[in-house]
């Protein structure tokens, strides 16, 4: 992406057409030159629209096959300008600021393209989180009688990592994870979290290389009984974990009262189903 334009000038004298937006993804595609998915043969010819068929076997692949703009019935224009919008915005794109830069006549329809294109821009290790960070883990699944905070046979370990913005929670970052030991945890911190940001953790011995890793962490001593609640409402296409699926495996074993830079309520940001895999 280093040609990508450097301001909303060159932008739009980029993509002002199908036909240029088209060339850009099959750049993206097939940076090398194209190559059938099929035979591996490297000549090819345009179909229409965005199929390219291999002169070798006649397969059609389309450029925007596995990406966001898959089956899309919008022209291509207005979701390059969806993904200006989003990304030439220091805080970030709106819903409402999206659905009036591109005309949209549904709010949903722009709530829709904005998740969906922040999802698609999100990339490991690219945009980790930082300032002050709280990491918890989580168990996913049904309840399980006699088993107790990290002990569990059948559900799955989560964990979370979401980053304090003012009094609420802005982005976060979750993973399933085999266990709640340090070599499961750090992993996921290191991926997840920007160096030298302030982690919150219940203290749980498994955070312990934390400082070793270069983040700041207040140790929480705490036997609250009330959960931190993460309550995630996700609009994930791609099979996200609903909230109340998230507050019913919470386990109410952290959080400090008081403490600033606990998770409020809700949070509103869409899951990234990939990092489940
Ligand atoms: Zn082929």
Redesign the pocket.
């Known amino acids: 992406m280093e040609d990508y334009p450097r301001n909303l000038a060159e932008f739009e004298a980029r993509f002002s057409t199908e036909a240029a937006c088209r060339e850009y993804l099959v750049r993206l595609r097939w940076p090398d030159g194209f190559r059938?998915p099929?035979?591996?043969?490297r000549k090819d010819w345009p179909v229409r629209g965005l199929l390219r068929q291999?002169a070798?076997?006649g397969?059609q692949s389309s450029v925007t096959a596995g990406t966001i703009f898959q089956d899309t019935r919008k022209p291509l224009t207005v979701w390059f300008r969806a993904m200006w919008a989003v990304t030439s915005q220091k805080n970030g794109a709106s819903a409402i600021g999206l659905q009036r830069v591109l005309g949209l006549g549904s709010y949903d329809t722009a709530w829709t393209w904005l998740h969906k294109l922040r999802r698609a821009m999100v990339r490991p290790g690219r945009d980790r989180l930082s300032g002050r960070v709280e990491v918890d883990e989580t168990y996913w699944g049904s309840g399980e009688k006699g088993v107790r905070g990290r002990q569990t046979e059948s559900k799955a370990l989560i964990v979370i990592a979401a980053q304090e913005d003012g009094a609420g929670v802005g982005r976060i970052r979750m993973r399933r994870i085999p266990d709640a030991s340090a070599e499961s945890l750090m992993p996921f911190i290191e991926e997840a979290i920007e160096p030298g940001s302030v982690v919150h953790t219940d203290g749980w011995i498994g955070y312990d290389p934390l400082k070793r890793k270069g983040y700041p962490s207040p140790r929480h001593i705490s036997n609250a009984t009330k959960g931190i609640g993460v309550g995630v409402a996700a609009a994930s296409p791609s099979g996200g974990v609903s909230a109340e699926a998230m507050a019913a495996g919470y386990a109410p074993r952290c959080g400090q009262p008081g403490a600033p830079g606990l998770l409020p309520g809700r949070v509103h940001l869409p899951l990234q189903s990939t990092k489940f895999a």
């Open positions: 059938c099929r035979c591996g043969g291999c070798g076997c397969y």
